[in-house]
């Protein structure tokens, strides 16, 4: 008994001397881009789990390639039989709005949940933009954050000169939040401005959702514990802080929640719905900026959003309240 309880006692005091002299350890649990669930899902074949898509790749830089899926609006279901990758580009000039879909951690584009929102967005009438950044899925290189957003940046950049003046979209779900509200940010530093930008299950800065961890949560009553998790997402270049952006952003901004989200709390959500309303007033566009919640009943947590019942008309809502 004593043997179990001192390799117990070893192993839980190892953990913060393994972080601080591997600090890579706590950025690939935070990409967690090794786990490429589902694993049977050929994403050259999107066709096997989504209908009308067509799989790409494109090269932010030298010596990445990422894979990009292009899911057509229902409406052009019919156009599109036997129809080219050519064909497809030129399908986004035609009018109708473009998402580009920045998923979180874990897994890659084919998940199951991240599908469901497409089917529906499809349906609703949207291009829908899939990416796998860096390092997951099939993309090669390693993740970062800075890697990450220049993807996101690169896609948009794809996306605007194909859409013939289209509204192009930036939806984020957790992790892709801040790739979302980075590439934003970016966009607007260069004079610009991203047409309209959803958040999923959005986190204030990342080091609080780690500290809100079950596992970290282990680990919070010992002295320094917190500051030496801060101090790694610092060595390893990872901030990701959305309060931060949105303290600067101009662009119409939708914040969708679950009031049940057992990864990102839902005061998160809140907190940047208020950051983001204050810092419109400013600038006189607080009436672009809107948070939909999402009650505990419904069971939607952190990843099924897609399954609202209202989703559609919520978004196409705010198309026509914000897109206009």
Known sequence: MKKVVSFLLTAYVSVPVLLYLFPWILSYA???????????????????????TCNFYLSPEEGVSVGVWHTLPVSQWEAAAGRDLDWYQEALGDGRPVIIYLHGNLGT???????????????????????DYRGFGDSSGEPSEAGLTN?????????????????????????GSRVATNAAVKIQEQGSAVDALILEAA??????VVASNRLAKLYMFLPGFESLLWSILERINISFSNDKNLQTLSSPLLILHAEDDNIVPFHM?????????????????????QMI?????????????SSAPDLADVVRDYNDKSWH
């Open 30 to 52: 935070i990409f967690s881009h090794l786990l490429r669930f589902p694993y049977w899902v050929d994403l050259r074949r999107p066709q096997d789990v989504l209908n009308h």
């Open 109 to 131: 584009r084919a998940i199951r949940h991240r599908v469901e929102l497409v089917k529906i967005l499809s349906a609703a009438g949207y291009h829908v933009l899939s990416l």
């Open 151 to 175: 993807d996101a940046l690169y896609l948009h950049h794809w996306a605007k000169t194909r859409s013939r003046g289209s509204l192009v979209c930036l939806w984020g779900h957790s992790l």
């Open 203 to 208: 986190f204030t800065r990342i080091g609080e």
């Open 269 to 289: 959500g809140q907190k940047l719905y208020q950051i983001s309303l204050r810092a419109q007033r400013e600038s006189e566009t607080s009436d672009r900026v």
């Open 293 to 305: 919640s999402y009650g505990a009943s419904l069971g939607l947590s952190h990843s099924h959003i």
